[in-house]
């Protein structure tokens, strides 16, 4: 069962009033969308797993009045609502990266700990897997994908290690690219495995999380209506640049006009920080949920 992360601190944010519409980008197992719903929020849960989305709809089962599933990515937020919230929504979040219920399912091939197919996509219903990206980037493009996503510094040489590796047979399985990468990178140190940063940095470059993300937060914003709020949960330290960036954009001041008025300073639509800093797990939620250690909350609302 995935544990959702910051789930108070995203219900308090988001203040969901009965009756309002709010948009789950990132449904997952619907521990959020939950908790909206108990408040008597309408739901329309976005998630491009299907897998996933067929799971948490049949556990969503008794809030099927008030709750909308959608298969699809966040990024395409303004088509998929189109006929569903064209007066706009009161609400959105997304809380980014993979859920428990992808990483602890070999055959998805997430995990460096269990064997399976090198897939890692997210959406299998169309795109390229990992092991694609694997045995036909050069190695130079490899290593700026480690070095990108993953901020590996061994990423030249794991990169090099798996055009090696390749020319014999190509990589297929995660457990054979967990093998390359640990020997490249010289084994484990510390609490760390040698394969983690690889593996976090070609489920990025897979899905096109920076990508989706980006398109995501500019639709989202303007599918506000005023005093709507969006929530942004991130994992990676680009994320959270990309969300952080974008809110200051468009949160920005009123400026007098010399002849009298006033004009806004930032990027349209306007919108009011309602977290000045990146909100952070507590020491109790990080000692039970390891994984919230690195999530960073942003919230802000539309004027
Ligand atoms: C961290 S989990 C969400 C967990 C959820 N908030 C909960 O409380 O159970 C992220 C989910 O979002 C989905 N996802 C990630 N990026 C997505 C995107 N661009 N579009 C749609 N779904 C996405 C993943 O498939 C995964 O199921």
């Known amino acids: 069962m995935h544990v959702s992360v910051l789930a108070e601190e995203v219900i308090e944010g988001l203040n969901p009033k009965p009756g309002g519409l709010y948009v789950d980008g990132t449904l997952g197992g619907g521990g959020h969308a939950q908790r909206i719903l108990e408040r008597g929020g309408r739901v329309i849960g976005i ?21 909308t599933p959608v298969h699809g990515n966040f990024a395409d937020m303004k088509s998929l609502l189109e006929n569903r919230a064209s007066e706009g929504v009161d609400g959105i979040l997304l809380d980014l990266g993979v859920s428990s219920f992808q990483l602890d399912r070999s055959e998805r091939g997430f995990s460096f700990q269990q064997d399976g197919p090198l897939d890692m996509r997210m959406d299998r219903s169309g795109g390229r897997t990992a092991a694609d990206w694997v045995n036909t980037l050069s190695r130079e493009e490899l290593a700026e994908i480690l070095r990108a996503y993953g901020e590996e510094p061994a990423a030249w040489r794991i990169a090099g290690a798996i055009v090696q590796a390749r020319e014999e047979k190509p990589l297929t399985t995660t457990l054979e690219l967990a093998d390359v990468v640990s020997k490249a990178s010289g084994g484990r140190r510390g609490r760390i495995h040698p394969a983690t940063r690889t593996f976090q940095a070609l489920r990025m470059a897979v899905n096109d999380e920076l990508g989706a993300l980006e398109r995501g937060l500019v639709d989202g914003l303007n599918l506000l209506v005023s005093g709507g709020r969006m929530a942004v949960i991130s994992f990676h330290s680009l994320e959270d640049r990309k969300v952080k960036q974008t809110f200051n954009k468009h949160a920005g001041r009123m400026e007098s006009l010399p002849q009298g008025g006033a004009r806004w300073v930032g990027e349209l639509p306007q919108m009011r920080k309602i977290t000045r800093k990146a909100v952070r797990a507590s020491d109790g939620e990080t000692a039970d949920n390891p994984r919230s250690r690195s999530a960073k909350l942003r919230i802000v609302e539309r004027v």
């Not at 797993?49 to 089962?61: K, M």
Request: aromatic share 10%; no cysteine.
């Open 47 to 67: 998630d491009q797993d299907a897998d996933v989305l067929a799971e948490t709809v049949a556990r969503l089962s008794m809030w099927r009045e008030l709750f």
